[in-house]
């Protein structure tokens, strides 16, 4: 039974949840130990479920990568009284199967980063947090049924490479990447879902494939990537709003818990 607190976040990048589905919206002002979010909170309700949005680079795309406030962003969730969150990105494929405008739904990553911040316990004390599995398990299975219900092309599991950005990858790179047995390319789903697992939220990941990176011989552009996003905004809404009613309050996974034996 729904307590009529039950809340989800929906972190987006290129693509978000279209504000205009929800009722009773409002912004929110917050502030955090690590200072505000990329942008307000959006705030709002689909059926009986509260639903928080945050664009992940800010209301008008103006953070890059590197620079995007991961730990504000996720502190704002919890805040808010967020348990589950569902983040949206566009990636780049590795693979010949993975085409442009399919969807995946990562279980794995590899972080690349350089220069970024990617934990809560950074003094005082040391968190060893377990990213064995670091996507929620119960989350990953919805989208998986509900995009096979919806028809939509999708792949059920992938590794994702996370590079800093905000270029796009050298073709000696791509290839090194694509020797890992690396699926896909993205710029910032890395800290942003580690952050969550210390945060002890359900996350789970729905990364939209725009272009072939650049290990093909025509390589990525943001005129591709923006293109490409354009046709699959509706996929992305689409899928959101037929998951979210079927999230349930109570959790039964192991994220809720993910911090038990994390600390030295």
């Not at 992940?56 to 504000?72: F, M, Q």
């Amino acid at each position: 039974m729904e307590s009529g607190n039950h809340k989800i976040g929906i972190i987006g990048g290129t693509v978000t949840l279209d504000e205009s589905l929800l009722k009773n919206v409002q912004r929110i002002r917050v502030k955090t130990p690590y200072g505000s979010p990329s942008a307000a909170p959006i705030s709002g309700e689909i059926g009986k479920k509260g639903i928080i949005i945050l664009p992940r680079h800010g209301d008008s795309h103006t953070l890059n990568p590197t620079n995007v406030k991961y730990r504000a962003n996720i502190w704002t969730m919890k805040e808010l009284g967020v348990r589950q969150i569902f983040a949206v990105n566009a990636v780049g494929s590795l693979k010949e199967e993975f085409r442009p405008g399919d969807i995946v739904f990562p279980d794995q990553f590899i972080d690349f980063t350089k220069f970024r911040k990617s934990t809560f316990y950074d003094s005082r004390k040391v968190c060893h947090i377990s990213s064995a599995d670091p996507f929620c398990p119960e989350l990953r299975k919805i989208l998986i049924e509900t995009a096979e219900e919806l028809s939509l092309p999708y792949h059920p599991k992938g590794t994702c490479v996370v590079v800093e950005g905000p270029r796009f990858s050298a073709r000696a790179e791509s290839n090194i990447f694509r020797s890992w047995n690396a699926d896909i390319i993205n710029m910032t789903m890395f800290p942003e879902v580690i952050l969550a697992r210390e945060a002890e939220l359900c996350y789970a990941n729905i990364s939209m494939v725009t272009d072939y990176d650049c290990w093909k011989e025509h390589a990525v552009s943001n005129e591709e990537v923006l293109k490409t996003m354009k046709l699959n905004v509706e996929k992305v809404r689409k899928l959101l709003m037929a998951v979210i009613p079927k999230v349930k309050e109570e959790r039964t996974c192991s994220c809720k818990d993910a911090l038990n034996g994390a600390f030295m």
